[in-house]
């Protein structure tokens, strides 16, 4: 996850770099003359008032897993630039607020961390909690990157969110694909999210499938965050499949991957 993430964000400070050089979120560098006793740790350098990125991401509740990394993920490329002597002699200063994995927690995270003036904010991972964020972004008109996949984060009018990794749809036609001509089932069963992320994902890989005449001859759901998931899987074994494709998120995912051996499921 990490080295995936770095370049990725690497991309969002190179945005952080452009917006501080223009002055975004009404920062400018001030002479070294004009610096107030006992300023922050960035003006040890006399190189100005750090540079605010800021974080709304999952630290509590089941999406923490997930919400962690992408805290790290910033925190770790900041590093990176700040080892580096900063943006134009300026230190990065991430701020990180808990959106607690839910919608209500996600708007009072964003609203917070927007009190404080950053450049830019690196939003959550999940469609429902930037949903939840999107008047407030728009009305802020602070620019917001996200990892958040599904087609609608970006296509609801708010001109300010920024997306850096592939839709659901491209996603699905991606993996349907690979899984076509790379894994070439013939009898792929799926265990699939009952929300709308596991859903869209097995109608989008059950259409491409069956572009390629493949066909599941198991589908399986369960609900987000669930504990157990044996019941769904000793029925798919019953299919007999020889290929099981899992579209959930990581922490669900893992368990997945552990119960399946459990049950004995050798597809």
Known sequence: MRKRLIPVLTI?????????????????????????????????????????????TSLTGPLAATGKQVAAGVQAAAK?????????????????????SNPNGALAAYNKVLAMKPVA??????TPLMMAMGQAIKAGKIPTFTSATAPITTKSGFEYVFR???????????????????IKP???????????????GFKILTRELEKAGIKFVAAEQFNQGDKDVSAQLLK?????PDFLLSYAIPTDAGLISAQTGQTGLTA
């Open 186 to 200: 013939k009898r792929p069963a799926m265990l699939y999210a009952n929300n709308d992320y596991g859903k869209d």
């Open 164 to 182: 850096v990794r592939t839709n659901d749809d491209e996603a699905g036609v991606i993996l349907g694909e690979y899984v076509a001509k790379e």
């Open 236 to 240: 798919i074994k019953q299919a007999n």
């Open 12 to 56: 969002f400070l190179i945005a952080t770099m452009f917006l501080s050089g223009c002055g975004g979120g009404g920062q400018q560098t001030k002479p070294q003359a004009q610096q107030p006793a006992g300023q922050q740790p960035a003006a040890q350098t006399g190189s100005g008032e750090p540079i605010k990125v800021a974080v709304v």
């Open 80 to 100: 990176e630039w700040n080892d580096k002597g900063g943006i134009k002699g300026r230190k990065i200063e991430v701020i990180v607020e808990d959106d607690q």
């Open 121 to 126: 904010v690196w939003g959550p991972t999940f």
